[in-house]
């Protein structure tokens, strides 16, 4: 059953909404959650506005009766940033889910916050261009979600992350106040650039209405390599050396572990030989002279014993095929409920810092299934440890919240992130000092203050004010 929410503040919803003010307890599991599977869903309602006005009015009526709001877009997030446990009203934006406006001039578009990231990208390509922020989930998380983590994803070593891609924002405040930041500018030097204040702070400030979004060229002949190593060294060793020379679009790894998931879920092997660790190298073959370059440098990197086998992309369905590999890990470890965990560190620190961890987490978890795997180009790695089938739910999270406060130590020494693209939400909140000092978690609470001083915007993410 939904909570309980009180009679005249339905009243008021109902009134604004009509039956876009859902209280059945199917609408409560369907909008209350996230990917994550550890809180179990408990809103009062839930909200799904269709205008800017209807958003700004469900602020207010927020603020007047005292009701906690959780944004939710595609309900694709990893770190339980969009969950509704606690009694609160989610705000759904499916219904707001127009793109609004191209200009071809300045390349960019205007979206509602619900448009869904494959919706963008088809768009982009359709006029002849790329939308770059690309991630597993695209095909159902939004817009705005993605500007609420600063979505990154698997081309983040050329394109950056969602951030680099927003020229304007319009957002409602906790105040129910409608700002229009940046306006699509390129420059403009007028002093605090909120629109990044917004962007990745996971709905605590505000709650976006529409985006202005640039785009790119479309990349031209994609090629990708994925290439066998004996060791995770290996794979930053293969790293350097075609950085070097090619620009390249992508660096993804993945473990033997990860390797054998996928495949017993169903993606083709790409050769015969076992290795410990695989990455995946992608580029844009703007001319032969730069795919006999990346030809060279295989050949090189096999010589050198950092490469025990390879394969390269001949056409765009094996480019395709090969992506597979990589972008199927999450969904097929899924069933194995995994303790996930989404670290970051300086690209030239990740050897050392994959070392220390993996010595920690084998020692404290020698029956649990590590698996590793991430945009080991931009320094991410995805760290998943997979829950033996007949270890109860709440024992495994609670052995494995045990060892995280470890791994954050360490992520701590080499400076790194606890969350580098999922978010902090619930899962990593108790870990927030371990990448921001007591004086930075003080400023946030300051300026959550400033744009949402009754805090109703999703309170209990990010920190507890
Ligand atoms: O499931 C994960 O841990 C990572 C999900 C996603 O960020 C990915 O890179 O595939
Ligand atoms: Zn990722």
Redesign the pocket.
Known sequence: MMTALAHAALEQLTDLLGNRCLTDQESAERYGVDWTKVWAPAPCAVALPETTEEVQQIVEIANEHGLHLVPSGGRTG?SAGAVAANNELVVAFDRMNTILDFNEFDRAVTVQPGVITQQLQEFAEQKGLFYPVD???AGSSQIGGNIGTNA???KVIRYGMTRDWITGLKVVTGKGELLDLNKGLIKNATGYDFRHLFIGSEGTLGFVVEATVKLAREPKDLTALVLGAPGFREVMKILHAFQQDIDLTAFEFFSDKAMAHVLEHGVAKPFDTECPFYCLLEFEQLSEQIGDQAMAIFERCVEEGWVLDGVMSQSLQQLDQLWQL??R??ES??PHT?Y???ISVTVSKVPDFVEDIDTVVQDAYPDFEIVW???IGDGNM???ILKPADLPKEDFFAKCNNVSKWVFEIVQKYNGSISA??GVGMTKKPYLEYSRSPEEIACMKAVKQVFDPNNVMNPGKLFDV
């Open positions: 990893l991630f597993a989930s990154g994803g698997i990589r972008e890990i999450s470890i899924a995994p996930k965990n989404d795997f991430g945009h995805h760290l998943n693209e999922h």
